[in-house]
Structure formats: C-alpha cells, structure tokens
C-alpha cells in the first residue's frame, strides 16, 4: 500500500505506522484501524503525542471538518483497540503454529523473528535470550497474563515469532510484527533500540 503522510507531523510512512481517522456519523472524528470505513480519511502517526498535537492544532478539522470529542478519551480508546488487534493477530498466529510460549521452547528452537517479553519479564534474561535467539525484533507491550491467554497458559514471560514456511505464515507474521510496531509506537514509554525497526526498553 502506498505511503501517507501524517497531517500533525508531515512525515510520510507506511500505513502500518499511521492511524486513519475518518468523520464518524456523531459529526466527530474517530480512529480507523481498520482502514476499512468510507469516507476522506485523515492519518496521524501512530503517536499519542501526534494525535493530542492534531487535535490542538485544528489539523483535524482543517483535513476532515471534525475534531475529536474528547483527546483524552480517543487516546483510551485507540489503545486499547491497538491491543485488542495485537493479542487477535497473535492468537491465529498461535492457531497457524508461528508462536511458541516459554523460555525453554524458545532455547529449544533456536532462533526466533521476534520475541515478545511480559513487561516485568527480567531484562537479563530478554537480553540473553535476544542473543540467543537472533531476533529481530522484541516487544514489551504486554502483561505475563496476556501473553499467557495468548498461549493457552496462565501467565507466561516469553513468546517467540517462530519462522515458518508455511503458506500464509509470512504474511501473519508480518502484519503481527507491523501491528505491535504500531502500538509499540503509540505509547512514548517505548523506546526502540539499534534493532532494524524493532523496540525494547
């Protein structure tokens, strides 16, 4: 899909680093995360900060004629509708056999594309089974319970993106690394490291 261009910061990115806002029928701007609803869309980066900054700046009303109701309630809501589609995707990359839960599969495996840490995981043992595992990629967005669910566990501090061959497996697993990079990307805390395009804090 071809690039846009963010209307609060003017830097043009692939959609998955954007968010689409589209005028909802209430007469307010609201977030597309789709990319699926009709009508002149306006894209943001995916950044809190970008959103609030748009909002303030009347970049929404000029692009779309609307603003947002409420800042405050917008950012709430794209989060969590950021998470939802993370943990959905990851759970049909489970069902399609890309995922694998628990440091001892992971060390058993070998090598993963990218690995996801519970945020209380232990940064020692992130980094070392960063190392070991040659990803690209690592998040920490997500609870030890969520990645449990995910997994069909209770809780659990790791869960590596397994290469595959499978059909389809390189497209799941791309747009689940294209959707964690997205709400990665929304929460300032994150900081992303030398990584190609990935983040760890």
């Given amino acids: 899909m071809a690039e846009r261009t963010c209307i609060s910061t003017g830097q043009t990115l692939p959609p998955h680093r954007l968010i689409r806002f ?28 970008a959103i609030r900054t748009a909002q303030k700046r009347g970049h929404f009303k000029r692009t779309l004629g609307a603003g947002l109701e409420s800042d405050d309630n917008a950012i709430g809501v794209i989060g969590g509708q950021l998470r939802a589609r993370v943990l ?3 759970g049909m990359a489970r069902r399609a056999g890309i995922l694998l839960g628990g440091s001892g599969k992971l060390t058993a495996e070998g090598q993963c594309l990218g690995l996801l840490a519970a945020d209380d995981a232990s940064p020692r ?11 690209l990629w690592i998040s920490r967005s997500f609870s030890a319970i969520e990645l449990g669910q995910i997994c069909g566990r209770d809780s659990l501090a790791f869960v590596g993106v397994r290469a595959s061959t ?8 791309d747009i689940l690394h294209q959707e964690i990079l997205r709400l990665d990307g929304f929460y300032s805390a994150v900081g992303c490291n030398d990584l190609p395009d990935g983040c760890i804090t």
Avoid: C, F, H, I
């Avoid at 499978?166 to 697993?173: E, N």
């Fill in 125 to 135: 043992e992130t980094e070392k089974l960063r190392s070991k595992l040659a990803v």
């Fill in 22 to 49: 589209v005028t909802a029928p209430n007469g307010y701007a609201v977030a597309d995360l789709a990319g699926r609803l009709p009508g002149r869309g306006a894209w943001v980066v995916a950044r809190e900060d």
């Fill in 166 to 173: 499978a059909p389809g497996a390189q497209k799941l697993s």
């Fill in 88 to 90: 959905s995707v990851a």
